[in-house]
């Protein structure tokens, strides 16, 4: 298992990838849904973060 730290610069190539990431003190793991246009956030399906995960503000990573 490998991580790569998803950039607003590399988030494209990973549509559709696994992702972790932490969030109330526990590791979340999601699939990225889908990519906002200045790439600075991703679509998820985890409604307690309203569906959006910034990821200029927080560590997150993409599981290959």
């Known amino acids: 298992m490998e991580f790569i730290r998803l950039t607003p610069d590399n988030v494209h190539n ?3 990838f696994d992702i972790i990431f932490k969030t109330r003190g526990k590791h979340i793991i999601k699939n ?3 990519i906002s246009k200045s790439g600075k956030s991703v679509s998820i399906d ?6 959006s995960l910034q990821i200029v503000s927080r560590e997150v990573y ?3």
């Open 14 to 16: 990973y549509i559709g």
């Open 32 to 34: 990225i849904i889908s």
């Open 46 to 51: 985890h409604s307690d973060l309203q569906n």
């Open 62 to 64: 993409v599981i290959l």
